[in-house]
């Protein structure tokens, strides 16, 4: 990851490392910590929104938690925004207290033999450490500053080009005139931006067609499609 993505992250990333070196007892604490960051910084949320949009947290908890003969056990996802979305969901609950955490942290991670206290270890290797580790991979590759001009050029052409397909096939989408129009506009202005290897703008552009594309459902792989650039 680049200084300035590191630098960006330090407020989240401690968060968590607070968490996780934290005491039992202040986890709630640590939870809304970790959760208020996240509601504070655009990018954070808007990576957040992207995995979480249409994801069924009640489907992937029933898969991720089983019972055997020590008990229950739960598996985290191994892709890493369906770990994103799991976790939040889950720290969302705690916080909102649809979820008990110490109860369940008792049930789930909880191993027999070892001392009161463990649990919460057992927590946030299993859970906030891949947590943090998932959303600073995808935050790097989505937010990455090289200075080479190679890569920028590389990097700007990517999304030019998918930007040209996506205006070559834009009647597919079968939107309204006004959407349409809206939806070229903000087209069009990405590909300037791109043009003009303006990272801001095209990182506001960018916020501005997740928006569109999750209004405007039939065009949402179009946004995927450009949000696949940035890896």
Same mark, same amino acid.
């Given at each position: 990851m680049n200084n300035q993505s590191i630098h960006e992250l330090i407020p989240f990333n401690t968060a968590c490392d607070e968490f996780i070196l934290g005491k039992y007892i202040l986890a709630d604490i640590k939870i809304a910590s970790i959760l208020k960051i996240i509601a504070d910084d655009e990018k954070l949320k808007n990576i957040i929104s992207s995995c979480i949009d249409d994801y069924d947290f009640n489907a992937a908890f029933s898969i991720a938690s089983k019972e055997n003969d020590k008990g229950f056990v739960l598996t985290l996802p191994t892709n890493e925004k369906e770990i994103i979305a799991f976790v939040y969901n889950l720290l969302y609950r705690f916080d909102n207290k649809v979820y008990d955490f110490y109860d369940f942290i008792a049930r789930y991670? &909880? %191993?027999? =033999?070892?001392?009161? =206290? &463990?649990?919460?270890?057992? +927590?946030?290797?299993?859970? @906030?450490?891949? +947590?943090?580790?998932? @959303?600073? #991979? %995808?935050?790097?590759? $989505?937010?990455?500053?090289?200075?080479?001009? #190679?890569?920028?050029?590389?990097?700007?052409? !990517? %999304? !030019?080009?998918?930007? $040209?397909?996506?205006?070559?096939? %834009? #009647?597919?989408?079968?939107?309204?005139?006004?959407?349409?129009?809206? +939806?070229?506009?903000?087209?069009?202005?990405?590909?300037?931006?791109?043009? &003009?290897?303006?990272? !801001?703008?095209?990182?506001?552009?960018? @916020? =501005?067609?997740?928006? +569109?594309?999750?209004?405007? !459902? &039939?065009? $949402?792989?179009?946004?995927?499609?450009?949000?696949?650039c940035f890896a």
């Open positions: 991670y &909880k %191993i027999e =033999g070892e001392h009161n =206290g &463990k649990e919460f270890y057992n +927590f946030a290797n299993a859970i @906030i450490i891949p +947590f943090k580790n998932a @959303i600073n #991979d %995808i935050y790097s590759k $989505r937010h990455v500053i090289v200075d080479t001009d #190679d890569y920028q050029t590389n990097y700007y052409n !990517k %999304i !030019k080009t998918c930007v $040209r397909m996506i205006m070559k096939n %834009i #009647d597919n989408y079968k939107l309204k005139m006004n959407e349409k129009e809206e +939806f070229t506009m903000l087209l069009n202005s990405l590909f300037i931006a791109s043009e &003009k290897n303006d990272k !801001k703008l095209v990182y506001s552009l960018m @916020i =501005g067609l997740d928006y +569109f594309t999750k209004v405007n !459902k &039939k065009s $949402r792989s179009a946004y995927l499609s450009l949000e696949e």
